[in-house]
């Protein structure tokens, strides 16, 4: 039986996976593979687990990326390699599957760990493989006692699955002398010790304040056992990301209009909080807005595919980073 893909208690966390999830679809998967007879080739692996398709969504879907495509196939082939010595009696214990992914906002992190969650499930690692995106908010409670009911809930919801705490950091305030965070810490470690039989933790956030977090808290930087790390995009690639997204709520660019989107990204990154694809992402919403409007003015015209279907140069050079003055 196939278990839902994610389940999400924070409002803001279930909007960014939502739309990881509508932007880059994954297909449902089959029974994970230890109902399977014990297989004895890497092929065997593959073919039972399917994880194969996940892998190849994963390159073909996502954009750039390199480091960290190779990083999930070298950990696809650790677990692949372990489910082969398991079947010789060779694997001890469940190997430590903690990751931590670090980069800047919108670098496709939330998107890659939930192929990570379909890889893990599909490979038999984890029960259902859904993922369960929290912050802060969602583990530590404002009063003495809330804070251990409240992760303990959370982690009862993503057992099974993938827990990726996205802005990990917040959790540790060490200028708050009596900060609750400490707890939810304390029992997150515990069951990243105990149950990692059943549940990967995935913590997300920039490197810098991630890097500062694990030289604080040892315990935590010592259970996780790959750290991934996500560039940010050359404007090439979000030119191609840009392609994609249009592509897949059936929109294309017009004559000249990926030449001015290419002009709005130089300006954009100019700017302050720029959020990588999800700054493409957001550009292009409005894009659809103005390409509506325009479309709207005119009530009587007949409107064609190519009509409804095309970003104009005038739904790009009308955002107001082209009014600022470049004088
Ligand atoms: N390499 C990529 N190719 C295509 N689309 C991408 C790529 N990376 C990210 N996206 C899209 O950009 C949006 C933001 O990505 P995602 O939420 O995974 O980033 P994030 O690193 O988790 O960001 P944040 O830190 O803001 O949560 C999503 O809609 C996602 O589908
Ligand atoms: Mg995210």
């Known amino acids: 039986m196939n278990a839902p ?5 924070g409002s803001t966390a279930r909007a960014v996976a939502e739309e990881a999830v509508a932007a880059v679809p994954v297909a449902s998967t089959g ?3 230890s109902d399977a007879p014990v297989p004895r080739t890497v092929a065997e692996v593959l073919a039972q687990s399917r994880i194969d398709d996940v892998m190849d969504e ?12 190779t990083r999930i ?13 398991s079947g010789f009696g060779l694997s001890a214990q469940s190997p430590s599957l903690h ?7 919108g670098t496709g992190k939330t998107t890659v760990a939930l192929r990570m969650a379909e890889i893990l499930h599909r490979l038999g690692y984890v029960r259902k493989g859904h993922l369960v995106a929290v912050t802060r908010d969602d583990l530590v409670g404002q009063y003495i006692g ?11 919801k993503a057992m099974g699955g993938v827990l990726f705490i996205d802005e990990a950091y917040y959790l540790y305030k060490p200028e708050n002398e009596r900060d609750y965070g400490q707890e939810a810490i304390e029992i997150l ?7 990692r039989d059943d549940l990967v933790v995935i913590l997300a956030g920039y490197k810098d ?9 040892p315990g935590m930087s010592s259970r996780i056992a790959h750290h991934l790390d996500f560039p940010d995009y050359a404007t090439p690639e979000l030119l191609s990301i840009a392609d994609k997204m249009l592509d897949q709520q059936h929109y294309t660019f017009g004559e000249g209009a990926r030449e001015a989107f290419d002009d709005y990204l130089g300006r954009r990154l100019e700017q302050p909080h720029f959020a990588n694809a999800r700054s493409v992402r957001n550009a292009l919403d409005r894009a659809r807005l103005r390409q509506a409007s325009r479309l709207f003015q005119d009530r009587d015209r007949v409107l064609t595919r190519d009509d409804l279907t095309t970003i104009e140069v005038a739904d790009i050079r009308s955002s107001r980073l082209f009014a600022v003055s470049t004088a």
């Open 99 to 105: 990751m931590c992914f670090t980069g800047n906002p």
């Open 146 to 156: 809330h804070t251990a009911p409240k992760t303990k809930e959370v982690l009862k």
């Open 73 to 85: 196939r070298d950990i696809a082939a650790l677990l692949v390699i372990d489910k082969l010595r």
């Open 5 to 9: 893909l994610y389940t999400i208690p």
């Open 31 to 33: 029974s994970a593979v």
């Open 58 to 69: 994963l390159d073909r879907d996502l954009v750039g990326l390199a480091p960290v495509k």
């Open 209 to 217: 304040r991630m890097d500062h977090f694990f030289q604080s808290n």
């Open 189 to 195: 470690l515990q069951v990243m010790e105990n149950q």
